[in-house]
Nanobody, 124 residues
Framework: QVQFVESGGGLVQPGGSLTLSCTAS????????VGWFRQAPGNQREGVAC????????VYADSVKGRFSISRNDSQNTLYLQMNNLRPEDTAVYYC?????????????????WGQGTQVTVSS
């Protein structure tokens, strides 16, 4: 049974940083495209960052380029999202998911294995 567990969210002031983690069981992350997505109340789930399987190609949403960094630790089978210079508009529940291919890296409809999410709130 595949399970993703996200952690690391919290309340942070604008300009602050957080690191999210996504630990996988029942699936080897390096065998699939994996990514971070977020969903704010009333909004659709949107892609934030994605990493391809073996080659490790990275894709970011324009809104987070230069501020967020996605990485994967294959020995720990864990996906990370380093978030710097956070803004109030980054407030959302953040999820990780996986997809069999890298053809639509920021389209949540191609991803599965969603975890329960972790809340990120950016507020002063």
């Amino acid at each position: 049974q595949v399970q993703f567990v996200e952690s690391g969210g919290g309340l942070v002031q604008p300009g602050g940083s957080l690191t999210l983690s996504c630990t996988a069981s029942g699936l080897t992350l390096s065998s699939r495209a994996v990514g971070w997505f977020r969903q704010a109340p009333g909004n659709q789930r949107e892609g934030v960052a994605c990493i391809s399987s073996r080659a490790g190609t990275l894709v970011y949403a324009d809104s987070v380029k230069g501020r967020f960094s996605i990485s994967r630790n294959d020995s720990q089978n864990t996906l990370y999202l380093q978030m710097n210079n956070l803004r109030p508009e980054d407030t959302a529940v953040y999820y990780c998911g996986s997809a069999p291919g890298f053809y639509h890296p920021l389209d949540s409809s191609f991803f599965t294995n969603w975890g329960q999410g972790t809340q990120v709130t950016v507020s002063s």
